[in-house]
């Protein structure tokens, strides 16, 4: 039962904006206690009380000049058709007079389709991404972002492309299927399917079936981590690592970073809502552990590292993760990058952070793959 002063601060938990300040005071993201109230002004570039490093904000303004439409205002099929911030970074890259070729941002990463069978046969397409050599290399399956909504592996290819050039690893990217068409569970039913295809098949593509790990953004990131949990019951070979890149890990709307960063860009809290009603099947999906990953049984993960960015409404989901996990004993490792908002990571072409943020994860993979 609260206290009467507990009870008192929640009530007065409130986000008003006006007249260019913003008022807040919150719970934080880890636990109850609560958080003094502070004021600040908006930027107008992030849409929140941070503002972006040099390059983050220009890419931010390349962007908003490919002039996209509010997601949540929009039909699932509409929405896909939207600039994403891969497009951003083309834009700027031809603004800039350079090469845009992603074979000549990321080369020695050679590329081939596959098709995995979902559990109820139905055929997922995969980008295969190899490193020049010749094996045996470790393998990373990777699950794209896009609030299980939109997204494809196309859209996050530079991000798998780094990951198999670094790591020097072979990275499974699959076309997991979408919501609405194809309702919770059915991407994360896809995304034991691939592991489990990976696990058996990933020979043929010089690939070493004992060192896999799995990774992922954002809706890819939550899939990342509960289908490391999956594999247990599955039966087959456990990841040695889990890299989860600014993941979806709980329901709720209320936490710090949902308050601060509600109307960042390019991910604001409308969007999560709208990822959420198109992927659900009713309200009683959000206490499924492979959505509310704080409530599952983390401790049947491996290592975990989590890289979060600072102007972004999932932030706290990365803190909460982590805390979760050190309370079970699982070990992780998080990162934060300040002045950077969700879909950093796959913009290293512009963004001197993400190139830093990707050599974290490579150096986190091939930490594991020692093993």
């Known amino acids: 039962m609260l206290t009467n002063s507990r009870s008192l601060a929640l009530r007065r938990m409130t986000m008003i904006l006006g ?65 994403t911030m891969a497009d951003a970074v083309d834009a700027l890259l031809k603004k800039r007079g350079e090469s845009a070729d992603p074979t000549k941002l990321v080369p020695d990463v050679t590329t081939t389709e596959a098709t995995i069978p979902a559990a109820d046969g139905s055929p997922l397409t995969a980008t295969l991404y190899t490193p020049i050599g010749p094996g045996p290399f470790p393998a990373v399956v990777y699950f794209h972002g896009g609030g299980w909504v939109i997204g494809n592996s196309h859209v996050y290819d530079a991000a798998a492309r780094a990951l198999a050039k670094g790591a020097q690893a072979v990275v499974i990217s699959v076309d997991y299927r979408l919501a609405p068409e194809n309702k919770f569970p059915t991407a994360w039913d896809d995304a034991l399917a691939t592991y489990k295809w990976t696990a058996t098949n990933v020979g043929r593509w010089r690939g070493d079936p004992r060192r896999l790990a799995l990774a992922g953004e954002s809706a890819g990131g939550n899939l990342a981590i509960s289908t490391a949990i999956s594999t247990v019951a599955a039966g087959v070979t456990r990841p040695k690592v889990v890299i989860a890149i600014y993941p979806v890990t709980q329901t709720g709307t209320t936490t710090e970073s949902y308050l601060d960063s509600g109307n960042a860009k390019p991910l604001n809290q409308a969007m999560i809502g709208w990822f959420f009603d198109k992927t659900l099947n009713s309200v009683a999906d959000k206490t499924d552990p492979r959505l509310d990953l704080i409530h599952a049984k983390l401790s049947l993960l ?54 830093s943020a990707q050599a974290f994860a490579v150096e986190q993979l091939k930490e594991a793959f020692k093993e």
Do not use: C, W
């Not at 000049?65 to 929009?74: F, Q």
């Not at 300040?338 to 072409?349: L, S």
């Open 19 to 83: 007249a260019g300040i913003l008022v807040l005071s919150s719970v934080t993201a880890v636990s109850p206690s609560v958080v003094a109230k502070e004021k600040y002004t908006i930027d107008p570039v992030t849409g929140t009380k941070y503002k972006p490093e040099p390059e983050m904000g220009e890419l931010l303004l390349a962007f908003a000049a490919l002039s996209g439409k509010p997601i949540e205002a929009l039909t699932p099929a509409e929405a896909r058709l939207q600039p």
């Open 302 to 355: 491996p290592p975990v590292t989590i890289i979060n960015a600072q102007i972004d409404p999932l932030r706290s989901d990365g803190a909460m993760l982590e805390e979760a996990l050190k309370q079970v004993n699982v070990k992780v490792t998080r990162k934060e990058y300040e002045g950077v908002t969700h879909e950093f990571f796959g913009a290293a072409a512009v963004l001197p952070a993400a190139k």
